[in-house]
């Protein structure tokens, strides 16, 4: 029996000549190697190990698992003809330090400094020296003021290394936690993560997860052993799980799209504490009217549910910014709410807006920590704030209660009276009760309060019909019984048998008391759910046409942001979640 011969795969071109390299200066004539030219051919080994290191077999496995390697990575970041700035070059006798990639790297014209697993050595795992790696980039991060990169693809501490390896994610998550506030970090979480691969990037201002990734706590094996329970990766710590907790802020669908929401997510984000995100000229005028929200309203509150009609916040939002460019924050997480970032007239602002087109916009505890959480992040990188109500209140019940609405309330609260940037509030609608009180208003610190016509405040929604019309109510409702009885009577002397008289009777009464109360509601809506009494008292500075909601917002974030001055937080840091 003949043997087929087989070949394996190679990255290598058979028919490449290598030639060997030469340590010449130019100009130099003659070229006699010697000890030097050998120093130099050691340095350049050095130099080239990391890339290296992998060989064709590492870098097809890395491949084959859908991931590229973390050189890949760093050319789809950096900006096409930049050359990366690698730092800490150091390789000890056990590959300490070696599964660990840092340097500087120009993303969008500007500096950045990054890190990034290299999974073909050790599989990216951490040891001590990878642990001073990180803290070091991460001070230098803050020493520079320049905004961080993270690129996780590690199977955590390295067993061999012992206690080194717990030590290095300790000096590297007490170095990350003393530049939060300081600079912004993005992380992207690629591969298979676990333990301090998760803690770690936590740690950051964002985290971007793309599919068929895994990161969390222990692993399904640690799970399964521990508990008894199967449970597969993706259901344990894939990014449908955590994109709903608020574990990840965005799902992508592949590395490079990562990286892509890096840049994008960059360009709306200061390089540090003490600046303000880049202003970036726009040819779209500040005075462009908004008629879409016109369409949008007149289309919504025309409709056979009038006011009760819910729609998509966010295409309002969308009328607002520059050319429609927004970047929305957890888009999966708490649909109830919208954080997005976007420019008006060239400047960077925050939105944070009720969307009635979930839950009628009320506010559960997801919302309220989603809310929070974006409005911190705002106030320490010197973002203004436009918010945008339109809630019928937080959400009530006893699944709510038990699960800590009022300190989450609180939470979004706190951070709403401690954001020191300009901020501005918009009443699209609803706007009752202590959802308006917590909401950004005079009284909580906003700059400016305005209202569409179509606003209605009030201490409570429709329901208030049963406080303030409280007699009116009774009065209907008590003569029920007797009007049910007199008309029973003439239906009875009118020919009709008496359940059939009966009957019609009830649903007569059934109908005139519908109308009645229908009367009081719209009575209610009329004198106490509108803008009325806000403006006179001056919780409103003025009613806003639809159309006019670009410019007259626009005009004052351009005012206030003159007398604005970037600079990191000081002053009492206040207790909270």
């Not at 973390?70 to 003809?81: F, P």
């Not at 120009?106 to 642990?131: E, I, L, P, W």
């Not at 520079?144 to 206690?163: C, F, K, Q, R, T």
């Not at 919302?367 to 945008?388: D, G, H, S, T």
Request: glycine share 10%.
């Amino acid at each position: 029996m003949t043997k087929i011969a087989t070949t394996i795969p190679s990255l290598e071109n058979p028919f490449e000549t290598k030639a060997e390299l030469e340590f010449t200066v130019p100009g130099q004539i003659d070229y006699d190697p010697g000890l030097y030219e050998a120093a130099l051919q050691a340095g350049y080994d050095l130099q080239q190990r990391p890339k290296k290191m992998a060989g064709v077999k590492g870098i097809q496995k890395q491949h084959e698992k859908k991931r590229m390697t973390i050189w890949e990575r760093i050319d789809v970041l950096a900006d096409a003809g930049t050359e990366a700035k690698i730092l800490y070059q150091n390789w000890g006798k056990n590959l300490d330090g070696a599964s660990l990639v840092t340097a500087i790297v120009k993303v969008n014209g500007r500096d950045v400094a990054m890190y990034g697993h290299d999974f073909t050595v050790r599989a990216g795992s951490m040891d001590a020296t990878n642990g001073s790696k990180l803290a070091n980039l991460f001070k230098l991060a803050g020493k520079l003021g320049i905004p961080l990169v993270g690129m996780n693809d590690s199977a955590g501490a390295y067993i061999p290394a012992g206690v080194g390896g717990l030590d290095g994610y300790a000096e590297a998550f007490t170095a990350l936690r003393h530049i939060n506030g300081v600079v912004p970090s993005i992380m992207c979480m690629f591969g298979y993560n676990a333990g301090g691969g998760s803690y770690l990037p936590r740690q950051g201002s964002f985290v971007i997860q793309p599919n068929e990734t895994f990161f969390g706590l222990t692993g399904p094996g640690v799970v399964k052993s521990v508990l008894g329970e199967d449970v597969t990766a993706d259901e344990l710590g894939g990014p449908s799980v955590h994109s709903k907790s608020g574990v990840t802020d965005f799902v992508v669908p592949d590395e490079v799209a990562a990286l892509r929401k890096v840049k994008e997510l960059l360009n709306y984000l200061p390089n540090n504490s003490a600046e303000a995100p880049a202003f970036q000229p726009t040819s779209d005028p500040i005075s462009r009217k908004t008629w879409d929200i016109d369409l949008l309203l007149k289309k919504a509150f025309n409709s056979p549910t009038g006011f009760n009609t819910p729609f998509d916040i966010s295409i309002i939002i969308q009328q607002m910014c520059d050319h429609g460019d927004f970047f929305e924050i957890q888009p999966e997480r708490a649909r109830n709410t919208v954080c997005a970032l976007g420019r008006m007239g060239g400047n960077v602002v925050g939105f944070v807006a009720n969307n009635s087109a979930v839950a009628s916009g009320q506010i559960d505890i997801d919302a309220a920590y989603k809310n929070a959480r974006f409005i911190r992040f705002c106030n320490v990188y010197n973002i203004p704030v436009i918010f945008m109500e339109d809630t019928t209140g937080f959400l009530p019940g006893k699944e709510q209660e038990a699960g800590g609405i009022v300190q989450a309330g609180r939470a979004m609260l706190d951070a709403i009276i401690d954001l020191r940037t300009p901020r501005f509030l918009m009443i699209v609608r609803n706007a009752f009760g202590g959802a308006y009180a917590a909401f950004n208003n005079y009284p909580t610190g906003a700059d400016f309060v305005c209202a569409l016509p179509t606003t209605r405040l009030a201490v409570m929604g429709p329901a208030g019909v049963e406080y303030v019309y409280k007699d009116e109510v009774r009065k209907i409702r008590t003569s029920v019984k007797p009007k049910i009885a007199e008309l029973t009577a003439q239906n009875v002397k009118a020919g009709m048998p008496e359940s059939e008289a009966a009957a019609a009777a009830k649903d007569a009464v059934a109908a005139w008391q519908k109308q009645e109360e229908l009367l009081l509601t719209q009575r209610y809506e009329r004198e106490l759910m509108n803008p009325n009494e806000a403006l006179s008292l001056g919780s409103i500075s003025q009613i806003v046409m639809p159309s006019d909601l670009r410019k007259v917002l626009g005009e004052q974030l351009e005012l206030h942001l003159k007398a604005y001055k970037p600079e990191p937080m000081s002053g009492t840091q206040r207790e909270f979640h």
